[in-house]
């Protein structure tokens, strides 16, 4: 199975700050036909999970553009340029190259 | 607006059966592979089973295999996860969920069903 490494686990941050969170696979994540499946999700305390990033960089329609995600092969990063209060909750990455998908221990975001 | 409503969850002593259901409305159901997800009080996203969008095709978890069944009626836009030999590491809240992985949006989650598997 590909293991999928976050870190850090937990990650206070001040409102208005950058924040950057790491995702590490056990093997590539570049599917036969090129593309690479790796989703980052948020959940905010209370609620389901949203998928904020598909294919590493692709933002979600209404996903607000502070988020990015980057990376290739086995390295994948989620940035946030400037926390806002409603980005606080857990963030997973998820792959979808491999059987059976995975997902990440998940990082905790907390605003200081 | 699109919905994923969960239900058939509760408790259940170890080694019985469940069968949770997802109600599926506002986008082409019989059009999307589906999956279903758990998560464990306080703990992470576990990914467990995946079915194609005409329901022939199945993955599922090694830790669910054999005792876990998925499948679909796009007839009434209906998933389902039949449990068998259910343990108390089951427990968790399971949600329904389309994930495309080829494709943006279309990225929808139920509101989950909690499973207790208890004595």
């Not at chain 1, 499946?37 to 305390?45: A, D, G, H, I, S």
């Not at chain 2, 607006?1 to 509760?10: D, I, P, R, T, Y």
């Not at chain 2, 090694?62 to 499948?71: D, I, N």
């Not at chain 2, 968790?92 to 598997?117: E, F, N």
Request: hydrophobic content about 35%; aromatic content about 10%; some cysteine.
């Amino acid at each position: 199975d590909a293991v999928m490494t976050q870190s850090p686990l937990s990650l206070p941050v001040t409102l208005g700050q950058p924040a950057s969170i790491s995702c590490r696979s056990s093997e590539s994540l570049v599917h036969t036909g090129g593309q690479t499946y790796l989703n980052w999700l948020q959940q905010r305390p209370g609620q389901s999970p949203r998928r904020l990033i598909y294919q590493v960089s692709n933002r979600e329609t209404g996903v607000p553009d502070r988020f990015s995600g980057s990376g290739s092969g086995t390295d994948f990063t989620l940035k946030i340029s400037r926390v806002e209060a409603e980005d606080a909750g857990v963030y997973y990455c998820m792959q979808g190259t491999h059987w059976p998908y995975t997902f990440g221990q998940g990082t905790k975001l907390e605003i200081q | 607006e699109v919905l994923l409503v969960e239900s058939g969850g509760g408790l259940i002593r170890p080694g019985g059966s469940l069968r949770l259901s997802c109600a599926a409305s506002g986008f082409t159901f019989s059009g999307d592979s589906m999956n279903w997800v758990r998560q464990a009080p306080g703990k992470g996203l576990e990914w467990v089973s995946w079915i194609s969008p005409d329901g022939r095709t199945r993955v599922d978890a090694k830790s669910v295999e054999g005792r876990f069944t998925m499948s679909r009626d796009n007839a009434k836009n209906l998933l389902f996860l039949q449990m068998t030999s259910l343990r108390e590491e089951d427990t968790a809240v399971y949600y329904c969920a389309t994930i495309p992985m080829v494709r943006g949006g279309g990225a929808y989650w139920g509101q989950g069903v909690l499973v207790t598997v208890s004595s």
